[in-house]
């Protein structure tokens, strides 16, 4: 028999059947989907992640933190003993200037800036929003790390420019973000005002709210807007309001942005609370970390929680497998199904096909010819299905991401492999369902068959 | 062997066990059948004519025994060859047609010829020329719960014939048929016996009709032959 007999007979067969056939096919179809979709969202978080690793540069990123506890960000334990004190000063060495003239000489270092944040409000017309201001250097806002969707970056680290990440601009009310380029916002920050600090009168403070802190207001102009910036992740970047650290350093500020700077500067200990650090090369990362660690202080390179989270993704690809597995077994129970009751329907066929000549083989790859053709259709459906699922998905997160200032982002992917790969999966698994309704076709006994009717 | 014997069985046994009974369906059968003869086989229902035919048509096997056809022994092909031999070696035809009810006469026709790796173009051609040679190429279209038994029959031949056997084996192809059609049918594979030197070995249990067209009778009775006669 030809190939295209094999096909014909099987489609033709499968016609006769249309309902049973497209049920069995959906079986199939809705496995297929969903494993597209949960695959092709998996690869797309992955993708997303690796890209914007390599887009910002990240990999050459490290972050030098001053040792102690101070330098355990992500969780405090209040009894954890403090680790045993290189110096006298207590801790270890301070991350202040001269560290950081250190760090620039380490081979392998392009550029190193201190991480410094102070809270301020956000105020544009009668909009206002309180924010961490990050100060940035006008040399890194050239960098792959701030990607300017509109502007320019600083030209030098002295002007009273600001850039803003577009998760800014819905909470300022700002429509059209080209508009804003070139207009004046007004950053207020929040120092201590030791005029109305009174030891004595800590209870009145407290009485009538006031807390003793003055409210002073700088104007800046906007020079640059810049796309998603992933802060709050691992990135350098915290903050979606840039200065230059020239202008911050004319700002009267809070010395600090978060609790552990507050108990660094009760030890007299006060330093930047962290160090970004850009390197030439990924490959410098290992020994640059292991100087900077000689040096006494701790570090924290994205190349680590890079690979953390790609172990994470390897979970997750398990983790569908587990439930792809337990699906598909359900599809195929479908398929034997179908194809065992096919067979007790045209038992008589079979035997007429035997008694002209057709030989087991002939009919075992006719049986196998349908049950891949059910895998294929479904496959091919489950595909279309699952593209269509993700599309949706991906507009209705978007929808709401949108509203809180985010841009569009696409959540899945498809590479070409999956698409592919889904299709043969699921003839793979209908052509594996066939194995044993082909074999009984197969050994239909032609003499009983003919006798049926 | 005689080079004109197209069909030799020494010893033909055939038992049925089901569970612990077991049926003797056939015992020691012996017989030589010439090429281009009509051999009528006769005998009551359980006479084993049946299965004496489906062991001839390679559907079956033998218990024991040997059947030669055309000096290949059958009865010691493996499933494969057996299926060979089906495809090439005979056509059969049965008391219940035995047509696939989906599709039309002349895909009914084609279906051995799917099997035996013709081409799709020549396979319409042929299995249309063989209609036409049962007088059948008008209906050619129709699926078999449109055409009369008598038609049907046709069909059945003209599918048995498609891949030129040399030996037709009919299964009481009358036994669903009035009385002119069965002759008409009877007469069909007269015809085609004598214009072609085809083979015919019909099972049939009305003697009477039978003797009409056949050259030789056989008698089965019991799972042996009873007796055999030549006619004309």
């Known amino acids: ?32 989907g969903a494993l597209v979709a949960m695959v092709g969202f998996g ?26 506890p101070a330098t355990q960000r992500f969780g405090f334990d209040p009894d954890d003993q403090a680790p045993v004190e290189k110096n006298p000063r207590g801790g270890g060495p301070i991350l202040d200037d001269e560290a950081i003239k ?62 803003l990440g577009t998760s800014l601009l819905r909470p300022l009310k700002i429509q059209d973000p080209a508009s804003l380029l070139g207009q004046k916002i007004e950053v207020a920050s929040i120092a201590f005002d030791f005029s109305r600090f009174n030891p004595m009168n800590i209870a009145s403070f407290l009485q009538e709210r006031q807390l003793p802190f003055k ?44 609790i552990w700077d507050l108990f660094r500067a009760r030890e007299g200990r006060l330093g930047y609370s962290a160090v970004n650090i850009r390197l030439s090369s990924p490959r410098d990362v290992d020994s640059v970390k292991r100087e900077i660690q000689d040096m006494g202080f701790s570090t924290f390179a994205l190349v680590d929680q890079f690979n953390q989270v790609r172990t994470s993704f390897i979970y997750m690809d398990m983790m569908l497998a587990a439930v792809a597995m337990i699906a598909i077994f359900v599809a195929s129970l479908g398929i034997i199904n179908t194809m065992v009751m096919s067979i007790l329907e045209r038992y008589s066929e079979i035997g007429i096909m035997k008694a002209v000549g057709a030989s087991d083989s002939d009919i075992q790859k006719i049986f196998f010819f349908e049950s891949s053709s059910i895998g294929f259709l479904g496959g091919v459906c489950g595909l279309a299905l699952g593209w269509v699922v993700s599309r949706i998905i991906n507009r209705v997160i978007n929808f709401f991401l949108a509203k809180q200032g985010l841009p569009f982002f696409e959540y899945f992917s498809f590479p070409l492999w999956l698409c592919l790969g889904a299709v043969a999966f699921a003839v793979l698994v209908s052509l594996v369902s066939g194995i044993y309704p082909a074999y009984r076709a197969a050994r239909v006994d032609p003499v009983i068959a003919l006798r049926h009717d | 062997m005689d080079s004109k014997k197209v069909i030799a069985t020494n010893q033909l046994c ?8 077991q049926v003797e369906a056939l015992k020691d059968i012996n017989l030589d059948i010439d090429q281009g003869t009509f051999v ?79 081409l799709k173009r020549d396979r319409r051609q042929r299995a249309e020329k ?7 190429l008008p209906r050619r279209r129709h699926r078999p719960p449109e055409l009369s038994g008598g038609e049907q029959q046709r069909v059945a031949i003209a599918r048995a014939l498609i891949n030129e056997p040399k030996i037709l084996l009919a299964d009481e192809p009358t036994g669903n048929l009035d ?42 009775r019991d799972g042996r032959v009873e007796s055999r006669e030549r006619v004309r």
């Not at chain 1, 390599?54 to 040792?67: G, I, K, R």
């Not at chain 2, 063989?130 to 059948?136: I, P």
């Open chain 1, 215 to 258: 409210k002073t207001a700088y104007e800046f102009t906007v020079i640059g807007v810049t796309s998603a910036i992933s802060f709050g992740g691992p990135s350098p970047l915290q903050s979606d309001v840039l200065i230059p650290p020239g202008s911050a350093r004319r700002i009267e500020k809070l010395p600090f942005a978060n």
């Open chain 2, 40 to 118: 009528a086989v006769a005998g009551a229902s359980g006479s084993g004519k049946s299965t004496l035919l489906n062991l001839l048509g390679g559907l079956d096997r033998p218990t024991s025994g040997v059947i030669e056809v055309e000096g290949k022994k059958i009865s010691e092909m493996t499933r494969e060859e057996l299926a060979l031999y089906r495809r090439f070696g005979v056509g059969m035809i049965f008391q219940s047609f035995n047509l696939i009810s989906s599709r039309t006469a002349v895909e009914n026709v084609e279906l051995p010829l799917v099997f035996a790796n013709v």
């Open chain 1, 102 to 163: 250190k760090l620039e000489k380490l081979e392998g270092v392009q550029s190193v800036f201190p991480e410094i944040r102070f809270p301020a409000l956000i105020k544009f017309k009668d909009a206002e929003e309180l924010r961490l201001v990050q100060v940035i250097p006008a040399k890194i806002t050239s960098s792959k790390l701030i990607k300017l969707s509109l502007g320019k970056p600083f030209a030098s680290d002295d002007e009273d420019s600001v850039i």
């Open chain 2, 14 to 21: 055939k038992i049925y066990s089901t569970g612990r009974v």
């Open chain 1, 1 to 32: 028999m030809k190939i295209s007999d094999y096909i014909g007979l099987s489609l033709s067969n499968l016609w006769k059947r249309k309902l049973r056939t497209f049920l069995t096919a959906f079986g199939v179809t809705v496995v297929i």
């Open chain 2, 130 to 136: 063989m209609l036409d040679r049962v007088g059948l």
């Open chain 1, 43 to 68: 690869k797309g978080m992955q993708k997303n992640i690796t890209e914007s690793f390599e887009s910002l540069d990240l990999f050459n990123s490290l972050t030098v933190f001053p040792a102690g």
């Open chain 2, 179 to 220: 009385s002119r059609t069965s002759r008409e049918i009877l007469q069909l594979l007269a015809a085609l016996n004598q214009a072609q030197g085809l083979t015919v070995v019909l099972v049939s249990h009305e003697v009477a009709l039978a003797r009409e067209f056949a050259g030789e009778t056989i008698g089965l």
